[in-house]
Structures are given as structure tokens and as C-alpha cells.
């Protein structure tokens, strides 16, 4: 079985409904905004700016009538990537218009074990992302159609195990 020939680039330029991205990873500190997680973890405030570019993007697609939405699988305590990403990443980002959810862990088995990152769109193209231990982005790979499914039933079950951002927020994050 081959994979797409698209790339991760062309199904954000053709998507036409909704774009669902799952987490599961504790640290991406390796992969974009290295400088304002160095702020962060110094205890400097959120610089100016910080996502604009994404935030924008996501305020085109919403207003496009799209949804942009994600689900995070983790556990608490959150590790110290986990607490910058939560507390400025989503925050920020949810002024364009992008929908957290997050599967805590910490008290039940992780029903997704063994998933990996992907984004899937309009439940009919998915992209995995490939991360080093370190939490560096190395690629993504758009799976051939055949495998769809399969993560459409990924999405759902991290959906219907999931809670909005803002009340898990409120309640462990520090809301």
C-alpha cells in the first residue's frame, strides 16, 4: 500500500470542513517556538505577537465556516512543555477560533495507546507527524485513503473520551 502523493501542505490548502488534530505527546519543545518556550521556562511574559501567524490562519479557515479542533492526551503532573503550550499555546490560539479538548489520563488507561499524532480532514485524508524523543518535529506522511478509517475511529474515540479545554483548564491547568 503507497502512500498520498499530497503533502500535509496541500490537505491544509483543501480542506473543505473541518481539520481534527490529536496530540500525544508531553514535549514539542523542539518544534517551533523554541524561543517563546525559553521565555516561558524563564518566567518572562508571553512576546508580543507570539502565534500571531497560526492564529490568523485559523481565524480564516473558521471564518470560512471551518473548524479547526484538537484533542491532547495527557497525564498530570504536566511536564514543563505541557504547562506552556496549555497556558499560552491553546489560550492564545482559541482567539482564532481553534477547539482544545483534552483526554486526561492520569487516573484511567490512555484508550488511544500507541496512536500517534496526526491531523485528519474532513474524515477523509490523514497526515501522521513523526517526532525524535526529544520532541523535534522530523516529518509528516500522508497515508493512503485505505487507512482513513481507521483514524476517523481514532478522532472518535478521543472525542468521546475528551473534555473542552476550559473546564479541564479551570479545574488542573491553573485556569
Not at 55 to 63: D, L, T
Not at 108 to 116: E, I, M
Amino acid at each position: 500500500m503507497m502512500g498520498s502523493s499530497k503533502s500535509l501542505s496541500d490537505l491544509f490548502d483543501s480542506f473543505e470542513r473541518e481539520a481534527f488534530r490529536l496530540e500525544t505527546r508531553d514535549d514539542y519543545s523542539k518544534s517551533g517556538s523554541v524561543e517563546a518556550y525559553e521565555a516561558f521556562l524563564a518566567g518572562e511574559g508571553k512576546p508580543e505577537g507570539y502565534n500571531a501567524d497560526w492564529v490568523s490562519e485559523v481565524r480564516g479557515y473558521v471564518n470560512e465556516g471551518k473548524r479547526i479542533y484538537r484533542v491532547h492526551i495527557l497525564s498530570r503532573p504536566l511536564t514543563p512543555y505541557l504547562s506552556f503550550e496549555l497556558g499560552w499555546g491553546y489560550r492564545t490560539n482559541m482567539l482564532g477560533g481553534e477547539e482544545f479538548f483534552i483526554l486526561d489520563t492520569t487516573e484511567r488507561p490512555n484508550p488511544l495507546d500507541g496512536v500517534g499524532d496526526f491531523w485528519l480532514f474532513d474524515g477523509s485524508a490523514v497526515g501522521v507527524m513523526h517526532y525524535d524523543d526529544a520532541g523535534k518535529f522530523l516529518s509528516s506522511e500522508v497515508l493512503a485513503e485505505e487507512r482513513t478509517e481507521e483514524f476517523v475511529a481514532y478522532r472518535d474515540t478521543a472525542l468521546s473520551k475528551a473534555q473542552p479545554f476550559a473546564e479541564w483548564w479551570d479545574n488542573y491547568g491553573g485556569g
